[in-house]
């Protein structure tokens, strides 16, 4: 048995205080084997020859899954390199990216590692990895990043996203989504604005929805349209998912159409969402959000993700996605102690310490091994205060510390 020690957990909320509702805490020690936890302790009960990771104090945080991310085509890990203004956006970034892609592909395997390095050293211990599959580089960059993931494997886990950044249509004219869609590591297909990429919505969705099917993977369609088509286009979305019996596995990456509408418009396509069991991926941008918070009221599945970190679409991010949860709480004013710490499942799949009635939820006997430890009071104080030191421990062996 392995026993993490001198760790500290949640156990409920304090209510006595009316609205001034208080996390309260205990230290405790966790038996680990084989990755797993076996039992929870206040004290261990160490047996010779034991081996032991002192927790040093710090929260117990479930680890971070980033949702959506790329690990291809960017320039994080190389030099610097600011964005190039373009004029007519998701064009003539398609445009611009034709013609790096294949002078990239020599310095893909250390750009992704020098990536890894930085989400995973920050907490996160789950990748949904986007890799580009597209006319000019063919299979190439999936078989670069999928062998820097496989030299990852003791500290992540990790699945792969077929993404046709050029277009659905014209990729798989060539045959190389069918081609990528029969590599061990991929578990879903992507796709991109039906209608302002692909120019035929219902041939792309139909496109992708038919290889989905055929090969038992899972959807995540990039959506940027925004006003009336977008929300068209996530109608139609949602149809193949209940036509083709997918609810559960497919997920919109972005949706700005849902910053743009009324409430009311909102509420009914989150409602929708819901029934079809899609989610929404999102970086929180600044500007065009969805309202995240509504979304999750109205019984959708929300995901706050990393996306890209400087390449040639943005220039920021921090790969901290422990940040992004706060940066989300931020932009929608959660602020008290139970909404802060809700703002957290966003970033681990819906984990939590604590339901919002104070049951404690996380963690329990038979969970994996995978945790961020930081020194915080609370999860509240841990997503408003973001602290830098972290302990990132992956089925139960630390793999990370600063």
């Known amino acids: 048995m392995l026993w993490l020690t001198n760790i500290k957990m949640e156990t409920g909320y304090d209510f006595s205080r009316q609205d001034d509702i208080r996390t309260k805490t205990q230290y405790?020690?966790?038996?680990?084997?084989?990755?797993?936890?076996?039992?929870?302790?206040?004290?261990?009960?160490?047996?010779?020859?034991?081996?032991?990771?002192?927790?040093?104090?710090?929260?117990?945080?479930?680890?971070f899954a980033d949702n959506h991310l790329h690990l291809d085509k960017g320039h994080y890990g190389g030099s610097w390199q600011a964005v190039v203004p373009v004029e007519n956006g998701v064009?003539?970034?398609?445009?611009?990216?034709?013609?790096?892609?294949?002078?990239?592909?020599?310095?893909?395997?250390?750009?992704?590692?020098?990536?890894?390095?930085?989400?995973?050293?920050?907490?996160?211990?789950?990748?949904k990895v986007q890799v580009n599959v597209d006319p000019v580089v063919g299979l190439k960059n999936l078989e670069s990043v999928y062998n820097v993931l496989k030299k990852n494997s003791h500290r992540l886990n990790f699945e792969v996203v077929v993404f046709p950044q050029h277009g659905t249509l014209v990729t798989e004219a060539k045959g190389w989504l069918t081609e990528a869609m029969k590599h061990p590591a991929v578990t879903a297909i992507g796709g991109l604005d039906p209608a302002t990429i692909d120019?035929?919505?219902?041939?792309?969705?139909?496109?992708?929805?038919?290889?989905?099917?055929?090969f038992q993977k899972q959807i995540d369609i990039h959506l940027h349209d925004g006003g009336t088509l977008g929300m068209f286009e996530m109608h139609r979305i949602a149809d193949y998912t209940e036509q083709y019996h997918m609810e559960g596995k497919v997920q919109i990456s972005h949706g700005f159409c849902l910053a743009d509408q009324s409430e009311e418009e909102i509420i009914g396509m989150a409602q929708r969402l819901s029934r079809a069991g899609i989610a929404i991926n999102s970086t929180v941008p600044l500007d065009n959000a969805p309202n995240l918070p509504l979304l999750r009221r109205?019984?959708?599945?929300?995901?706050?993700?990393?996306?890209?970190?400087?390449?040639?679409?943005?220039?920021?991010?921090?790969?901290?996605?422990?940040?992004?949860?706060?940066?989300?709480?931020?932009?929608?004013?959660?602020?008290?102690?139970r909404?802060?710490?809700?703002?957290l499942s966003m970033v681990t799949r819906g984990v939590t310490p604590l339901s919002w009635e104070g049951e404690l939820l996380w963690p329990k006997p038979g969970d994996a091994a995978d945790f961020v430890l930081v020194p915080a009071e609370s999860t509240a104080h841990a997503v408003a205060r973001v602290p830098l030191e972290r302990v990132v421990i992956f089925r139960g062996q630390v793999v990370s510390q600063r």
Do not use: M
């Open 28 to 63: 405790a020690a966790i038996g680990i084997e084989d990755g797993v936890i076996r039992t929870i302790e206040r004290k261990a009960a160490l047996k010779e020859g034991e081996a032991v990771i002192d927790g040093q104090g710090y929260l117990l945080l479930p680890a």
């Open 91 to 127: 064009r003539d970034r398609i445009r611009e990216e034709e013609g790096f892609l294949l002078d990239f592909l020599e310095h893909t395997p250390e750009k992704a590692q020098a990536l890894i390095d930085l989400v995973a050293g920050n907490g996160a211990a789950f990748l």
């Open 199 to 214: 120019g035929d919505i219902e041939a792309s969705l139909k496109t992708i929805f038919d290889l989905a099917a055929d």
């Open 298 to 337: 109205n019984g959708v599945k929300v995901h706050v993700v990393n996306d890209n970190i400087n390449d040639h679409w943005s220039p920021f991010g921090t790969g901290d996605l422990l940040q992004r949860a706060s940066r989300a709480a931020e932009k929608f004013d959660q602020v008290d102690e």
């Open 339 to 343: 909404s802060l710490a809700q703002c």
